[in-house]
């Protein structure tokens, strides 16, 4: 089992929708969590950072279960220019050091 | 824009050749660390780079080395080049740290052919 999960996708949405995609994680350990977008052939994009009481910036949601070990990434009324893929990162303390564990990605399509 | 710089934006070399990237930080981090993606893939971690030393170690061979110099820039070294080494190689600067938030370079794409 992959330390950080996602579904890959495509998520195909209209224009203006709502979408939501959830990435878990395995190791109880990670410290802190980040959404990233990632346009095609392109180097990932900080989005956010995921704190535990959840954060909101413009459109965009984040979500903490510390519990359940995800993170959730929630978008209103989807643009075109959301297309891209969202990775999410787990930070976790190992051997000494503060690694980032991806996930793959999960692509979405926003349809005019 | 992040701050983050990367060289070369692409290179070509041949299975046993040895390849140097490089990256220069964000202005005011202390931390380096490198990544791998391959297509459809998340990035991979390589190892990081702390005050200069290796600060923690993905699944890598030998063969990845790296370094960092005083003012926080990095360089990645592949040795014995073998065709899965084809990729996007990305480094991210950011402060040491648990929360650290980590800005990413736009990479080197590698092909070795």
């Known amino acids: 089992r992959k330390e950080v999960e996602q579904d890959p996708g495509p998520f195909n949405v209209p224009e203006g929708a709502t979408v939501a995609f959830n990435c878990t994680y395995s190791?109880?350990?990670?410290?802190?969590f980040f959404w990233y977008r990632q346009d095609c052939r392109k180097e990932p994009k900080l989005l956010m950072s995921v704190y535990s009481s959840g954060n909101e910036d413009g459109r965009f949601t984040a979500q903490l279960n510390r519990a359940s070990q995800y993170i959730s990434l929630l978008i209103r009324d989807s643009k075109l220019s959301d297309s891209a893929t969202y990775l999410c990162a787990v930070n976790k303390f190992t051997s000494g050091t503060y690694k980032y564990i991806f996930g793959t990605g999960t692509r979405l399509k926003v349809l005019a | 824009e992040t701050g983050v710089t990367q060289s070369p934006t692409h290179l070509i070399k041949t299975r046993g050749q040895q390849v140097t990237l490089r990256c220069s930080s964000q202005?005011?981090?202390?931390?380096v660390s490198w990544y791998q993606q391959a297509l459809g893939q998340g990035p991979q971690f390589i190892f990081q780079?702390?005050?200069?030393?290796?600060?923690g170690r993905g699944n890598f061979p030998p063969r990845f080395s790296g370094l960092q110099f005083p003012n926080y820039s990095s360089e990645l070294n592949v040795n014995a080049l073998e065709l899965d080494d084809s990729a996007l190689y990305l480094c991210a600067s950011s402060f040491f740290g648990p929360d650290n938030e980590q800005f990413f370079g736009p990479g080197t794409r590698l092909t070795v052919l």
């Open positions: 190791n109880s350990a990670s410290q802190s």
């Open positions: 202005s005011g981090h202390n931390t």
């Open positions: 780079y702390y005050r200069e030393e290796e600060n």
